[in-house]
């Protein structure tokens, strides 16, 4: 079945028909060429294909594109570019908290939220509330890291 | 993933419409559903997305807390009301998935999450719960992380919700609405054990929304804790867990309620046993003999033999440190 979505995506307005199955993931990666969500796990369960919808984190592929229609939804494109880096990606660079950096929009995103929502800010309150984010390469040191310093600004 | 018609009606009459489809299904934060989907272990006809729906309202009414189901699990966990009186499900809800997930996911949909167990979850198996007559290739298979009480011969699968089991602990009601009206189910009765229908998880029936939970008496437990022990620190399904608190109450003459995770086909909870418990005589022997009774009923394969020890450790660490 075809459904009729229209939300705003990055501050632009996205009308498109898509198929009910059709993940927001795949909708930003396929239909809208947003390919730095990555896709991951595509089951919930390593965070790398996290956006924010109207604001919260959340995992895009456990999303339906149909169910985020008339929201907003924010993705790594959004919040900064090479020339006008957000603090978290400059603190991430500074750090070289990544390695592969297949998670890193996942991992990016995911504390760009942190920094919202308010709470402890110790190194291990830091890891708990990023634990939806996997890193196969092991640099959580250095996420760690690069969210403590942003939070410290 | 098979094909369905997805539908967002923005009144409940419009939604129980919507819900004699067959098929039909109801969508709210999806997070479950849209991964059981992928993995085909869900094929419906019609996605009924509820999200529209005015049940996201958090209230007091009388002695009683409400909780509108398509409240997400962060909104509930961060409420004051909860924070402050009812630690226990914070502490659950906070212990369960991710920032990312909590924040998608409904607190009715936390409870009608189906089970992890591996087998319900790939097509390829036979599972009595996923199609009933089957068999249970738990029985004979890898089950290190199954069921060691309420279990039948027909499953042996763990109930996976930590809120459910905070919920148990305070005697919660869920609140379901069908065009027939309105009715409460006690969450010790919502829940149902495997039995000879493995399939049937809840008393929910066709046609029927959660509507909100209540929590009655709320402002009566005095101190709460929910203490998850899980094969790594964080975003981890319970090994064991427990649910725990301190009651100031003339009438049960200052008791605990207990309820365990990761060991029942439901959340497990004995009235019973709590019956030996007080807050002022929390000696090892009495929370032995509590344990003893609260687990009377186990039965244990091989590899779940762990859970029993692992239990009894939780719930004495949990208790202690409440009437410490």
Redesign the interface.
């Known amino acids: 079945m075809d459904v009729a979505i229209n939300l705003i995506i990055n501050g632009h307005e996205v009308e498109a028909m898509v198929d009910s199955r059709t993940t927001l993931l795949d909708f930003l990666r396929l239909h809208v060429g947003l390919t730095g969500t990555k896709k991951g796990c595509n089951h919930g369960q390593c965070g790398a294909c996290t956006v924010l919808i109207d604001g919260r984190r959340m995992l895009s592929c456990l999303k339906f594109v149909a169910a985020t229609s008339d929201m907003k939804v924010c993705t790594i494109e959004g919040i900064g570019d090479a020339s006008h880096p957000h603090p978290v990606q400059t603190a991430f660079m500074k750090h070289d908290a990544f390695q592969c950096g297949f998670c890193t929009p996942g991992q990016i995103m995911s504390a760009v939220a942190l920094l919202d929502e308010g709470g402890s800010y110790t190194r291990e309150a830091i890891r708990e509330r990023m634990s939806g984010n996997v890193c196969r390469c092991g640099a959580y040191s250095n996420i760690v890291s690069a969210i403590e310093e942003v939070l410290s600004q | 993933?098979n094909?369905?018609?997805?539908v967002?009606p923005s009144s409940m009459a419009a939604a129980f419409r919507c819900l004699e489809r067959p098929g039909a299904k109801v969508?709210a934060g999806?997070?479950s559903v849209?991964?059981l989907m992928?993995?085909g272990v869900e094929q419906p006809c019609v996605?009924v997305?509820i999200?529209a729906l005015p049940l996201k309202d958090i209230s007091v009414n009388g002695e009683s807390l409400y909780i509108g189901a398509l409240a997400s699990n962060?909104e509930v966990a961060m409420h004051p009301l909860v924070q402050q009186h009812l630690s226990l499900v914070s502490e659950a809800l906070l212990s369960g998935?991710?920032?990312?997930?909590r924040?998608?996911a409904s607190i009715a949909g936390n409870l009608m999450q189906r089970t992890r167990c591996s087998y319900f979850r790939d097509i390829s198996f036979p599972c009595n719960k996923r199609r009933p007559g089957s068999g249970c290739s738990a029985l004979k298979g890898v089950n290190t992380y199954h069921a060691i009480l309420g279990t039948s011969e027909q499953c042996i699968a763990v109930s996976p919700s930590d809120l459910a089991v905070s919920l148990c602990a305070v005697d919660a009601y869920v609140h379901v609405e069908s065009v027939q009206g309105g009715r409460r189910i006690a969450l010790s009765k919502f829940f149902t054990a495997p039995g000879v229908q493995p399939q049937i998880e809840n008393s929910l029936r066709p046609g029927e929304i959660v509507t909100f939970i209540e929590i009655p008496d709320f402002r009566r437990y005095r101190r709460s804790a929910y203490l998850k022990v899980r094969a790594r620190?964080?975003?981890e399904f319970a090994t064991v867990s427990v649910a725990a608190a301190t009651i100031d109450d003339s009438s049960r003459s200052a008791g605990i309620v207990v309820a365990l995770g990761g060991v029942g086909t439901v959340p497990w909870r004995s009235r019973q046993a709590e019956a030996t418990m007080q807050q002022e005589i929390c000696t090892d022997a009495v929370l032995a003999t509590f344990c003893d009774l609260l687990m009377r009923d186990a039965d244990c394969r091989p590899a779940t033999a762990f859970k029993l020890p692992m239990a009894r450790t939780a719930i004495m660490r949990c208790i202690k440190g409440l009437v410490a």
Not at chain 2, 3 to 6: K, L, N, S, T, V
Not at chain 2, 97 to 101: F, K, P
């Open positions: 993933m094909e369905f018609d997805y967002r969508l999806g997070t849209s991964d992928k993995l996605l997305d999200s962060s998935a991710s920032t990312q997930i924040n998608a620190a964080s975003y």
